[in-house]
């Protein structure tokens, strides 16, 4: 277990900050005086500090170590967070943006870690880490809820988290084995983006659907609980715990489930479940008796069938990419953060101007993409009417 507490730790402290500071978002919509489309356009801003963070990510991480890189990156998130609760709308999309860079540094740090303690141990913690970042979601989404239903502000409730986050990094510091830097083989030169290939493209088709669900139950979900439901703030940061109980569960569970049930399954359970916890979830509000019940299934659905999206992309990448696997990974990142990185305003219009419920309801096609692009996982054929996936003969795998 010792070796197991600075990944567990890391994940752990990002999630409180994370779901701390997006539990609050009516409260901080409320302070800037905009609306939902308005601050989904501040809220691309941490996706542009993503896409200018996937450069350097790497080579900071190997000339600081990635002990230090995740400390210091973290620590820098945690010092940002709270000044986003306070500052103007303009204010409030720099620091946003910073908040986005200096986490993807963070994440890539993190990462290794995880990965430097399976080469030296050989324990497997990767998936585990994972699983820590699920239960700080939902210890962060409780206590945000408690602080809300208390009258405590964003700005202290923030700070507080902001706090604990930097205890536990100076934590991580102390207990993490220090490393050395590593170093790139002499005369070889690394491109600041690895493009994507067939493969890789191939791959984040078949978990778009799924990932953009995710992030629009941390961007809109704490709204549609609130304004659709009238859940209070306590009632709403249970609710939205269920969704994270989902993810923690599923995570914990992912790596036996992918041996017995394989990938393909796995994807296309994770489209289904996705599917019907979102139609249940927009039902809800119809019903007096029993909508607060069916918004927690609702949500929880959602967290299992989010929650192996990612670690699936991953191992899927690793698997069946071409070349190096960092480069795999990198290229997978950069192709995710792209594909989504209009999503949070086009969903902050729909919000504003539609409806919360046609917000989710407009997930639904990209789900059903999920859940026919499954066989991707096998590097197998997908032959769909408007997409063409695979070669026919020996080469009709992705690899």
């Known amino acids: 277990m010792t070796i197991l507490l600075p990944p567990a730790l890391l994940y752990f402290s990002n999630a409180i900050l994370f779901v701390s500071l997006f539990t609050r978002l009516p409260a901080i919509q409320m302070s800037l005086g905009v609306d939902k489309a308005v601050l989904g356009l501040a809220l691309l801003s941490a996706p542009v500090g993503t896409f200018l963070a996937l450069p350097v990510a790497g080579r900071i991480t190997d000339r600081l170590t990635p002990r230090l890189t995740a400390v210091l990156m973290l620590a820098a ?49 990767l998936a585990r880490s994972h699983g820590f970042w699920s239960i700080g979601l939902l210890v962060g989404s409780l206590c945000s809820g408690f602080l809300a239903e208390r009258a405590v502000g964003p700005f202290e409730q923030q700070s507080i988290a902001a706090g604990l ?21 002499a005369g070889e030169r690394r491109s600041a983006y690895v493009l994507p290939d067939r493969t890789i493209l191939m791959i984040c088709i078949m978990v778009f ?37 989902g993810m923690g569960v ?11 049930a394989g990938s393909v399954l796995l994807v296309r359970a994770s489209a289904a479940m996705v599917a019907v916890g979102i139609l ?29 999206a990612f670690p699936l992309a991953v191992s899927t990448a690793i698997s069946l990419g071409k070349g190096r696997p960092s480069d795999n990974l990198a290229a997978l990142a950069l192709t995710l953060m792209l594909s989504t990185i209009g999503v ?51 080469d009709a795998s992705c690899r």
């Not at 659907?209 to 009632?235: H, K, S, T």
């Not at 008796?289 to 929650?307: I, K, N, P, R, S």
Request: proline content about 6%; some cysteine.
């Open 344 to 394: 949070p305003p086009l969903l902050g219009f729909i919000a504003e101007h539609v409806s919360l419920i046609v917000t989710f309801l407009v997930l639904l096609p990209c789900v059903f993409l999920s859940f026919l692009m499954a066989p991707v996982a096998d590097g197998r054929v997908v032959h769909l009417p408007f997409l063409a996936v695979g070669k026919k003969g020996r």
């Open 77 to 125: 998130c945690a010092l940002i967070s709270p000044l986003l609760t306070i500052l103007p709308l303009a204010g409030f999309a720099f620091c946003f943006f910073l908040f986005g860079f200096f986490r993807t540094i963070f994440d890539v740090a993190a990462n290794m870690i995880s990965a430097g303690i399976e080469q030296k141990t050989g324990t497997k913690v």
């Open 250 to 260: 599923m995570r914990l569970a992912g790596d036996k489930l992918r041996d017995v």
């Open 165 to 185: 986050v930097v205890a536990a990094c100076v934590c991580v510091f102390f207990v993490t084995p220090a490393g050395g830097r590593a170093r790139a083989p």
């Open 209 to 245: 659907g799924l990932c953009i669900v995710e992030g629009a139950v941390y961007d809109w979900g704490i709204f549609f609980l609130r304004e659709q439901l009238g859940a209070d703030p306590a009632e709403a940061g249970m609710l939205y715990a269920a969704f994270t109980v």
């Open 280 to 308: 249940l979830l927009v039902v809800t509000p119809g019903f007096a008796w029993g909508g607060l019940f069916g918004a927690g299934l609702a949500l929880f659905l959602v967290g299992c069938g989010v929650a192996l």
